[in-house]
């Protein structure tokens, strides 16, 4: 079984992609990728160690494939579980509701208990404003697919290179 549960929404597919690069850079066997349109409590619960990623659509609101799979939260004990987050979002697009999808996913898995790792600083993004900035950093890493995926690369090595080592040491240790 792999150690990590990988969970993502996705609108336009951006977020699979993304989410299947994140898979690459763990060893294999090391990272389960799970759509949340077909995942469930059950699949959440065998893991210790989580990666969420979430795209935020329109006027800043989540994926309807993870409004409907937030009820599945309820059926997991995440006092035992390490989430790392990361989130697309259009910055220019939408610059008064930059990733709030991501901050509000954070929010409800804070609200139950979830150890939440992997912040990101803010520089070099410009915004109005985002649910997904919290002590004047965003609640995990964001990626700008529409205006700067060429940053992408760049920042998935340096956000991977800050969570991995824990959400690997608590594969080992669940």
Do not use: C
């Not at 979002?89 to 991501?102: I, K, M, N, R, T």
Request: charged letters at 25%; a negative charge; aromatic letters at 10%.
């Amino acid at each position: 079984m792999a150690k990590i549960g990988l969970f993502y929404a996705t609108d336009t597919g951006n977020t699979r992609k993304v989410a299947k690069i994140i898979k690459k850079q763990f060893d294999e066997g090391e990272v389960a990728l799970h759509n949340v349109k077909d995942a469930s409590a059950e699949d959440m619960a065998q893991y210790s160690a989580l990666i969420f990623g979430t795209p935020t659509l329109g006027d800043g609101e989540l994926p309807e494939t993870l409004t409907e799979f937030l009820p599945a939260l309820d059926g997991v004990d995440w006092a035992s579980k390490t989430v790392a987050l990361f989130g697309l979002g259009d910055q220019q697009g939408y610059p008064d509701e930059f990733v709030d999808a991501l901050g509000i996913f954070y929010k409800k898995l804070k609200k139950k208990g979830a150890t939440l790792i992997g912040s990101w600083a803010v520089d070099g993004y410009e915004f109005n404003k985002s649910k997904a900035v919290v002590n004047g950093e965003f609640v995990g890493l964001v990626l700008d697919q529409d205006n700067q995926a060429d940053l992408t690369e760049e920042r998935l090595e340096e956000w991977l290179e800050q969570v991995k080592p824990e959400l690997l040491s608590l594969a080992v240790a669940g």
